[in-house]
């Protein structure tokens, strides 16, 4: 009888000792732990074994790391966050990048509670004052309670909702802000669901669930806390950069903010963060995964999709989708990285719960056509699902959220040799983009919402629809230098409702304030900023 092959599955850093056991029992599994090893070691001497290696934040997996994981089927990142792993050049080398999503949820939930009551209590102030200076002055530590407060969570999510339903348990009012569900998820809960972000800065305390990315990078900055009550409590257990932290600092010193309580930071370890020399802050070392039930889940979740992985049985929550090139025509990879680009795109341009997502192909490209929707999905979900989706979960996580998506093959092009057409429709309307590749290799829109246009698909992008009228563009033009803002690229396009549609490239970042500008031009129909 043969000897069935055994695979080689590396840790990199330290996990759950449950799910190294899991490792070290399985018959078919040649366990290395290598979590003491010098990096440069494991690099150069371990990962060229590896079928499959197990990863924390202390591994970097970058260009030297893929180079020597000549053997590698798949990274399993034993957490939530990706950041240390380059996902693309593990794509380029057909490593699949898994990470485990779910195991830290409650742990995160509890920490958010942790840090709402010891800033409403001011605990680990009172605390030191008792126990580390040995004062006892009961008059000093005067807080507030919970009871009757109105909470304002931004981004309802896997976090955001179960802390929201922690909080109304406290008998607190719940606000909750997060465009991209159904309301009923939170009137469910008898919470109020707001489309109006004012609302949320009206509240007592405000707590922010919500990927890190282009959309929510400095969510909360100058102007919003200026909008916010005095004397409003602000947290963050989810990614730094959420909340400007600048701006925050100077909420909390001018004491418009009452308290902070943060458990992240934009650059971390942050010892020497100005926000520690504020005594109204709670302040913790990104904690959210530290309890022992969550580094258990995450062990052992992590083991069970290494084992999964290294005998090709599954990959559970993969990153990415390594395409073999030589299994398919060269000219398809491009055009599955435009659709995730144009889904991306739409998302943005249209802000609200997506009801469906229809992709349509015309020429070779209508082959591969359902390929290309899985695609479309991931880009069209991420700014709300983040590190949660991927292209193996599309379609479940899709069908979880009451998304349609089809696909279709239509006939060849008039015009183009190959032709992709992306409609999503959302609670606030319809966006259709059309996009093809010329020989040239450049990605390029060829229309929107019927308008007939040519502009390339990269950089920061503003979409402004106006009534067709003299003096539009000189007003647009006069508009964005006024703020700085330099044009890359202007394309135009008109239709046969008197309307016109300026697709703006533009070279650095566009404020809220800049777009408002524009929307109150008095041609402008509609304005959008979309960031690729």
Not at 262 to 283: G, M, Q, R, Y
Not at 505 to 511: E, F, I, Q, S
């Amino acid at each position: 009888m043969p000897t069935r092959k055994k695979y080689t599955v590396v840790v990199c850093d330290h996990i759950h000792e449950a799910g190294l056991k899991m490792l070290q029992d399985d018959k078919n599994i040649n366990f290395v732990m290598a979590a003491d090893v010098d990096k440069k070691e494991l690099v150069q001497k371990i990962i060229p074994t590896a079928d499959v290696a197990i990863t924390r934040s202390s591994t970097d997996v970058d260009a030297a790391f893929i180079a020597a994981a000549t053997n590698m089927k798949a990274i399993v990142r034993a957490g939530v966050g990706v950041d240390n792993v380059d996902i693309e050049g593990c794509s380029k080398e057909g490593i699949i990048v898994m990470n485990v999503p779910t195991a830290n949820t409650i742990a995160a939930v509890e920490l958010t509670m942790t840090h709402m009551l010891s800033c409403m209590r001011m605990f680990p102030y009172s605390h030191d004052h008792l126990k580390n200076q040995r004062v006892w002055k009961r008059e000093k530590w005067y807080g507030h309670e919970m009871k009757g407060k109105k909470l304002g969570v931004i981004g309802f999510g896997n976090i955001g909702s179960r802390v929201a339903k922690r909080a109304a348990s406290f008998e607190m009012d719940i606000i909750a802000y997060d465009p991209y569900i159904h309301p009923s998820k939170v009137t469910d809960c008898d919470m109020t669901y707001t489309k109006n972000f004012e609302d949320i800065l009206a509240c007592d305390m405000i707590t922010i669930h919500t990927p890190k990315n282009q959309e929510t990078l400095n969510m909360i900055d100058e102007k919003e806390i200026a909008k916010m009550k005095d004397g409003v409590v602000l947290i963050n257990c989810a990614r730094g950069g959420l909340y400007n932290e600048k701006a925050l600092y100077n909420g909390l010193k001018s004491k418009k903010i009452r308290f902070a309580g943060i458990d992240v930071f934009s650059k971390e370890p942050a010892t020497d963060h100005p926000l520690l020399e504020l005594d109204n802050i709670c302040v913790s070392p990104h904690l959210g995964a530290n309890t022992f039930e969550s580094q258990y889940n995450i062990g052992t979740q992590a083991a069970a999709n290494a084992i999964e992985a290294a005998k090709g049985i599954s990959f559970a929550h993969a990153m990415n989708l390594p395409i073999d090139e030589s299994k398919i025509p060269s000219f398809v990879k491009p055009f599955l990285e435009m659709g995730q680009k144009i889904g991306f795109l739409e998302s943005q341009m249209n802000k609200s719960q997506i009801i469906a997502i229809k992709v349509s192909g015309q020429g070779e490209i209508a082959n591969f056509v359902e390929s290309l929707s899985t695609f479309v999905a991931v880009g069209a979900m991420s700014q709300n699902s983040g590190d949660t989706i991927n292209y193996v979960n599309a379609e479940f996580v899709a069908k979880e959220k009451g998304i349609k998506i089809e696909s279709e093959a239509l006939g060849d092009s008039s015009v183009y040799k190959n032709l992709i057409t992306i409609k999503l429709t959302t609670a606030e309307g319809t966006t259709t983009i059309s996009s093809t590749i010329f020989d040239d290799g450049v990605q390029r829109i060829v229309a929107i919402d019927g308008f007939d246009i040519e502009v390339a698909l990269k950089g920061d992008m503003i979409l402004f629809k106006n009534s067709d009228v003299p003096g539009v563009i000189g007003s647009i033009g006069s508009t964005l230098a006024k703020h700085n803002v330099n044009i890359a690229d202007f394309s135009l396009a008109r239709n046969d409702n008197a309307e016109a549609l300026a697709v703006i490239l533009v070279d650095n970042t566009v404020n809220d304030e800049t777009i408002e500008e524009l929307a109150s031009l008095d041609a402008c129909l509609s304005v959008n900023y979309a960031r690729l």
